[in-house]
């Protein structure tokens, strides 16, 4: 799932305002919301009725679904019209997003790619130049795409003799994928075109790659119809793609995904193949010796595995098989019991978070209390050095190829602006290459890592962002911001947005709470399942802390998250509506009983549990928000989704917005906000991120009765 754009954040606008001229919420009048009919729709699950009155907004491409869209998008944006500073909050946002933004560079034979955007430009545009210090020259625009930049482009892979490369291309936000080829030299498009992709890259092999697809989907489904018999196949350049030669799949099983790869050196094509989020099996067939069948090296599906590289026969593998913190082994594909295996980087206290190669060293990536600390190995698995970082961040990057002597590695924090480092594999150096200049003066602010007690008494880190000199005098606006699950681990990053906030003398923090892996996989675990309500109490406990701590108060206090994150927001607000002022559920899984009959869905049963056993109905039951809401008085909110959202299907926020609005006792609003042309998040215009940021801030500002001040 994805999920970890943080953007959201608000700023300062309307000089001296008296409070008259805002809305306050206890002052606004009941809001009037469209009607939403009522269907009389009723599911036995093993013995208990539950009723699913608004199940027609599931239909998400119904006539009568489409009007409802439009008279909530009527209401929200009547109300947020209304807002004093929802302009010039805007205007502050594309000030603060108007920098020069660019990515690490990618070598391919004699040239460098890179991603570069001007400030306000819809999507990043792609260049090349021959050598570092060559001029660089246009390869690809994305923006030249579509008339609304709601279509993107991205490098997604370099033939072994560096000649093409393959172009991946995502509509509208949409997680189906369309991949396209290119020379390398000239830029010239080759006649190729693969469509209807998902949930995979291409790995280049000779003359051509594989690549991963479901098959076209029913007509008018292509959005939420399940996805099920993921195959890989091999595409031939010059041939269409009704040729590519099928490597493999599972007839048994529709319910899994399958990723191939191939080892640096062509050796073996690696497939991945999983039932879930958590967990793989691992088939290999040698290339070289002419191998037909697949290897089962690793059968699925309790443990993570990714094979890192190969070595003398062997395959060098990243796992968690026999190390919960995770480890690098060294496993013969021929003999591949554990008894065989050779460690070469032994588990730590740290959880080893990844593994990347670069001219015959590994780099290693640790957490340390949520921040990145490196270490360069070689391939004996001895310490080369601790690769020293500018301060406490996320550090990425490093990746390069075997005769390389140089790598690039990005490194940013919430205070820290994404800035890309060249490094010396050979005597450790690292030099500053580039970084983005923003229009914030950024030594105003400060960050501070602190650890509170969860309601199981568990020690939980959270990251506190604010001005320097700030008051602890519990008037401060804040957002408090979490995830909790699929081991994703919530780094601190940087987002243009953030400084928004900051700028008004309001505090941004960020819960690393159980789900994630920051101390390892039982960090996950412990945040998952049966146990998913320990990633509720961690959120519900952060809040607390930042409430008696004189942070904030209940009355300045929002939420917000994403995707599982909306999940997470949906259940803290049902469970403690009283805690929070404003709650922002975005792009969330909120109807636990259904989530696992759309689009990729069923896969997340590895970290929910599903409805269909007994033991998980009960427990899904029990916190799932859309079954929860009752009538009371809930935080003002502003639920978010979009229209082509095929990640997390928009009808769990149709739902859970129907049945807010319904059990809603208050005066305060309780609102949605569906985006047209947009999905997940990821690939959204710049126009629309600044757009649906404004409408965030303004709201929030306006429920906290904060008046936006543009000194």
Not at 74 to 86: D, F, G, H, M, N
Not at 283 to 293: I, S
């Amino acid at each position: 799932m994805e999920f970890k754009n943080l953007s959201l954040i608000g700023l300062a606008s309307a000089g001296i305002l008296s409070a008259s001229c805002l809305m306050e919420t206890k002052e606004s009048p009941e809001i009037e919301y469209p009607e939403t009919k009522k269907v009389n729709q009723v599911d036995n699950y093993h013995g208990t009725e539950v009723e699913d009155p608004y199940r027609w907004l599931e239909i998400d491409t119904a006539a009568e679904v489409e009007a409802w869209v439009d008279a909530q998008n009527e209401v929200t944006q009547a109300y947020l019209s209304k807002i004093p500073s929802r302009d010039k909050i805007e205007t502050r946002l594309s000030e603060i997003y108007n920098y020069e933004r660019y990515s690490s560079p990618s070598r391919a034979g004699e040239y460098y790619f890179f991603y570069k955007n001007d400030g306000l430009q819809n999507q990043s545009v792609i260049y090349r130049q021959k050598g570092l210090d060559g001029e660089p020259s246009l390869f690809l625009d994305p923006n030249k795409l579509s008339d609304d930049g709601t279509v993107t482009a991205s490098l997604a892979g370099f033939s072994d003799d560096k000649k093409y490369v393959s172009i991946r291309v995502n509509r509208s936000g949409s997680d189906w994928t369309e991949f396209y080829v290119r020379e390398v030299a000239t830029g010239k498009e080759l006649s190729d075109q693969i469509k209807w992709a998902k949930f995979t890259g291409t790995s280049w092999y000779k003359d051509g790659f594989f690549y991963s697809s479901y098959g076209i989907p029913e007509e008018g489904t292509e959005y939420s119809q399940k996805n099920e018999f993921h195959k890989v196949y091999y595409h031939k350049l010059g041939t269409p793609q009704a040729e590519d030669e099928l490597i493999w799949e599972d007839p048994k099983n529709a319910l899994r995904n399958f990723y191939a790869y191939t080892t640096e050196d062509d050796r073996f094509l690696v497939v991945s193949g999983s039932e879930g989020t958590y967990g793989n099996s691992i088939r290999v067939r040698d290339l070289v010796n002419g191998q037909k069948d697949f290897t089962l090296v690793f059968p699925g599906f309790d443990y993570e595995y990714s094979v890192v590289d190969h070595v003398d026969d062997k395959l060098l593998v990243y796992t968690n098989h026999g190390a919960a913190n995770f480890h690098l082994i060294l496993v013969d594909p021929l003999n591949p019991s554990q008894e065989n295996w050779e460690v070469l980087i032994p588990e730590k206290d740290l959880k080893l978070d990844r593994v990347s190669t670069a001219g015959n060293s590994l780099i290693a990536f640790y957490l340390k209390d949520v921040a990145s600390q490196v270490i360069q190995y070689n391939y004996a698995g001895d310490s080369i050095r601790e690769i020293n970082l500018p301060d406490l961040g996320s550090a990425g990057g490093f990746g390069g190829y075997r005769e390389d002597t140089e790598v690039f590695y990005t490194f940013a924090s919430y205070l820290y602006p994404p800035s890309i480092f060249r490094y010396n594999l050979e005597t450790g150096e690292s030099s500053l290459f580039k970084t983005a200049k923003l229009d914030v003066d950024l030594t105003q602010f400060e960050t501070k890592r602190v650890f509170y007690k969860s309601k199981d008494g568990t020690k939980v880190p959270l990251f506190i962002v604010h001005k320097k000199g700030m008051k602890q005098d519990g008037n401060n606006p804040t957002l408090l911001y979490g995830y909790g699950g699929f081991s994703i681990n919530i780094t601190p990053r940087f987002s243009p947005n953030n400084f928004l906030l900051l700028e008004q003398g309001g505090i941004y923090a960020v819960a690393n709470l159980r789900g994630g892996t920051e101390y390892g996989e039982a960090w996950h675990k412990a945040g998952m399942l049966m146990n998913k309500q320990n990633v509720f109490d961690d959120f519900i406990a952060a809040a607390e802390y930042l409430i008696d701590e004189n942070y904030t108060s209940k009355e300045k206090l929002g939420i917000s998250g994403r995707s599982n994150g909306g999940l997470l927001v949906g259940a803290c607000m049902t469970q403690r509506p009283e805690l929070y002022q404003v709650a922002f559920p975005a792009v969330g899984v909120l109807d636990m009983l259904r989530y696992h009959k759309f689009t990729i869905g069923w896969a997340w049963a590895s970290e929910y549990g599903s409805s269909d056993d007994p033991e998980h109905f009960r427990n899904l039951f029990a916190y799932s928000p859309y079954h929860n809401l009752e009538k009371t008085k809930y935080p003002s909110t502003m639920i978010t989704t979009a229209d082509h959202d095929d990640r997390v299907v928009p009808a769990h926020s149709f739902k859970f917005a129907a049945r807010l609005q319904e059990m809603h006792t208050g005066n305060n609003p309780v609102l949605i906000r569906i985006d047209k042309k947009a999905g997940h998040g990821a690939g959204k215009p710049i126009e629309k991120v600044i757009e649906e940021n404004a409408d965030i801030w303004s709201f929030f500002f306006n429920e906290i009765g904060h008046i936006y001040s543009e000194e």
